[in-house]
């Protein structure tokens, strides 16, 4: 089949993501004027499937968008009743007063994987299209430059890149206007950032990968809207990051750990610390006996307001976290992504146009929220010890110091292997998942294995010589899923094996990767992937 033949579908509005923030937007642009031709790609299987957060919500925003949400609220929703703030050592941890910016009354633990359905639900019921399964590969631009859509990727296609026996043209959208919602490293996002220079004059961008797991305990354990934090073991000082238990009703709790990805020792592996803090005495006394419902990983934007790329270029908007808009401070995302896409769509109702966006959120409710707390992320750069005081001092100051802190970029964070890692008095673990492979089990994720590899690394003989060398192949630590193995080539060396059907979309080998563009991260075949809709 040539290109000739690619259907063509022509939109006002293309929102490429079906996650808080495009939902979002799709719905106000049609509570704003019923008459626009809006339509949502969402790459999973499903809608919520893709979408993975710790997740407390204010509620604020979503009671803008949808008044009547808390008479059919989603499955998992429970109100936060109290906060604990806790500082671990190896056997203990030790309560602190709550930071003002992680107080959660009159907040929600939700399930994102069940709001996000119950969102498009509402914006089908208004006339958008909402497609998943749909992958957009890539941006596509008119003779003057302009963002004028996006070509969903083919169907079928073999693992040799030859067309399959199901081969099928992925169609090109087509709109006057294209808001990326893609998330976090949102992958046509990412193209866009560099061809527009959106990142120019911009603090480097910072992320987090975080991983959640959903238990089911004995009863009698769980404190129904419990909401606690903690910072400390099994993370030395130097490692950005910490932990989160939010217990929820009927004898379940979300467990979750989240670790900056800045961190400098290359043999430090991220999904080992999350089980030994599981295995903390304190931890492991609340979930012994339990069992894992769910589980999965995904990175985090932390860099805040300073790391924002620019939001709008011809004929396109970032909106949510594909623009950076997540409230690192407050761990809270989800009141900012909805609060984007309803500026994102109230700007074009407005103006018919992307330009002038950036400087519009940046100016609103959402923008000041990030500024005022712009200093605190940075400041971990400098040690466990000086963020908190930087945190204290920035909280007291009401964001009003007169400097800005610029964040470290992730991939030129890490040390040679002539590093010394710090003694981290890690131990025996008995709580489950017992490995990573064990892990992707409760990720439920899927791929054809027949379709070609999507992790794209760019020198492979890199990986067996300078990078073994230097850093000792991090991309075999840091990965959730065990995507990345070195093993016997045959001649007595090793070689990288891609166990791309592993791959939980995390996304932290597009980031974490010490050469650049040695990895990149490209969409699979729509509906591949995880399975997150209790998480």
Known sequence: MSESQRDVMEYEVAIVGGGPAGLACAIRLKQLNPELSVCVLEKAASLGAHSLSG????????????????????????????????????????????????????????????????????????????????????????????????????????????????????????????????????????????????????????????????????????????????LGWPLDSRTYGGSFLYHLDNDRVYVGFVVGLDYEDPRFKPFEAFQQYKNHPEIKALLLGGEIIAGGARTVIEGGYQSMPTLEMPGAMLVGDAGGTLNTPKIKGIHQAIRCGMLAAAHFVETGTSAGFDRRWRASTGGRELHKVRNIRPGFNRGLWFGLANAGLETLTMGKLPWTLKNHADDKALKSLDYVSPDRAWGERELPPRDRVAFVFFAATTHEESQPVHLHVADTTLCATRCATEFGNPCTNFCPANVYEMIPDGGGGKKLQINASNCVHCKACDIKEPYTDQITWVTPEGGSGPNYQSL
């Open 55 to 230: 997740a407390v919500m204010e509620p604020g925003p979503l009671d803008e968008l949808l008044p009547g949400w808390r008479a059919n609220p989603p499955g998992v929703c429970v109100p936060a009743t109290r906060d604990e703030f806790l500082f671990m050592t190896r056997k203990k941890r030790y309560k602190l007063p709550t930071p003002p910016q992680m107080a959660n009354h009159g907040n929600f633990i939700i399930s994102l994987g069940q709001l996000v359905p119950m969102l498009g639900a509402e914006a089908e019921k208004l006339g958008v299209d909402v497609f998943a399964g749909f992958a957009a590969a890539e941006a596509l631009f008119d003779e003057s430059g302009a963002v004028k859509g996006v070509r969903i990727g083919d169907m079928g296609v073999e693992k040799n890149g030859e067309p399959g026996p199901n081969f099928a043209l992925g169609p090109e959208i087509h709109a006057k206007v294209t808001l990326f919602c893609e998330g976090c490293r949102g992958s046509t996002s990412k193209q866009l950032i560099k061809r527009f220079k959106l990142d120019a004059g911009k603090s480097p961008q910072t992320y987090g990968l975080g991983f959640k797991e959903m238990w089911q305990l004995p009863p009698g354990r769980v404190q129904p809207g419990l909401i606690q934090h903690t």
